[in-house]
């Protein structure tokens, strides 16, 4: 007599792979795309090529563009189609810390606003300042009043802060420049030692991450700088007893032109081979490395004030901005962007103001500290 099958076993079970298969069916979802009817790639490569003021209204079109806007693969993009954009990054320093920082954003063509970054994770007094692509450098400075060999890297991308490697010497009021990648670093350090003279230059490859040092005179270790600048691969130091020049093609040094050492006030930027600076009267003026003549930048008076009270400069996509403070119950930071131009074979500069705005304002005792532009 055949055996008794169960009722229960009359209803045959789901196989594994049946289930594996089932469950891949619904929970399988296709990506989002960028941008429907075009590959991703091709989505990428059009959305890369707009401008970044626009960025604000295209993060509303959907939620995989407002992602890819803020990824590496979109800034990587932008970078290789060579579609970043100079913004103008601001430092300052005020009664609630020594070191603020700040990015201009337009909203609108006629409404710029200064935006707060991160707050830097240990605030130097006096550091210095370098831009490497989309990085911003803030080097050495002191803390505690102890000279610091600290670096901090700002990406400008992401505004997130991270260390850097750390320099081989503590330095405040160092000079510091840019060329061909590369930072070079002087000055700033006690000379008292065998270790600190031979150091008081050093080179900075952010490729390699390492430091090292540059050969220096024995004579000019014991200058400490209060402003410098880049010229044609050219590091300009300027310190109380005359500046140098560190030729980072060739590895020489030289001294800076004393027409150019008398008349360097406060911090400068270059545009089109010109160092520009403002003098005593609160008038900017330009010196020609060429022609190493100094020369007042005409066509502006009507459009900024006529003492332009702590101001600093930096060259934004070929563009002198000019910041500075209007000092009242708080300190108001104004900003003007000029073009600016060689007339009458380079005997004259001549500016044509864009625009002039109020871009923030900040607690009776802000100083602005330093200016400068990064690719983003």
């Known amino acids: 007599m055949p055996p008794t099958t169960s009722s229960s076993s009359s209803h045959q079970l789901p196989s594994p792979t049946m289930s594996t298969a089932a469950a891949a069916t619904t929970t399988t979802e296709e990506p989002p795309v960028l941008i429907p009817s075009l590959p991703d790639d091709v989505a990428l490569n059009c959305l890369a090529r707009v401008p970044r003021s626009h960025h604000p209204t295209l993060s509303l079109v959907s939620k995989p563009i407002r992602t890819v806007l803020s990824s590496t693969l979109f800034f990587t993009a932008r970078s290789l189609l060579h579609s970043t954009e100079p913004l103008l990054y601001l430092s300052l320093r005020s009664p609630l810390s020594p070191s603020l920082f700040f990015c201009l954003t337009s909203r609108h063509e006629n409404d710029r606003i200064l935006t707060p970054v991160p707050p830097i994770p240990s605030a130097p007094i006096g550091a210095a300042y370098a831009v490497v ?169 009507r459009g900024l004030p006529r003492f332009l009270c702590g101001a600093t400069m930096a060259n934004v996509g070929g563009k002198l901005l000019v910041v500075w403070e209007m000092k009242g119950k708080a300190v108001e930071i ?34 602005i500290m330093h200016c400068l532009a990064a690719a983003v």
């Not at 001294?255 to 609160?282: F, N, T």
């Not at 962007?337 to 871009?359: H, M, P, Q, S, T």
């Open 133 to 301: 692509g989309s990085t911003i450098y803030v080097i050495g400075g002191s803390i505690n009043d102890v000279p610091s060999a600290n670096v901090w890297a700002l990406d400008c991308r992401f505004n997130s802060w991270q260390p850097a490697p750390r320099m081989r010497v503590g330095r405040e009021f160092a000079a510091a420049g840019a060329v061909d990648g590369k930072i070079y670093v002087m000055g700033g350090c006690v000379g008292d030692t065998w270790a600190r003279s031979t150091h008081w230059a050093e080179v900075f490859d952010p490729g390699t991450g390492t430091w090292e040092p540059v050969a220096s005179p024995i004579e000019v270790r014991d200058k400490w700088m209060h402003a410098s600048a880049v010229v044609d691969g050219k590091v300009y130091a300027m310190a109380d007893r005359g500046g140098i020049v560190y030729n980072a093609n060739n590895g020489e040094w030289e001294s800076v032109e004393s027409e150019l050492d008398m008349g360097w006030r406060g911090r400068a930027c270059v545009v089109d081979g010109v160092l520009y600076c403002y003098d005593y009267l609160g008038k900017i003026r330009g010196f020609d490395v060429e022609e190493k003549a100094w020369r007042e930048l005409r066509g502006v008076e």
């Open 334 to 367: 104004w900003c003007a962007e000029i073009a600016v131009e060689k007339r009458e074979g380079g005997r004259e500069l001549w500016g044509e103001i864009g625009w002039v705005d109020k871009v923030g304002f900040f607690p009776n005792g802000s100083i």
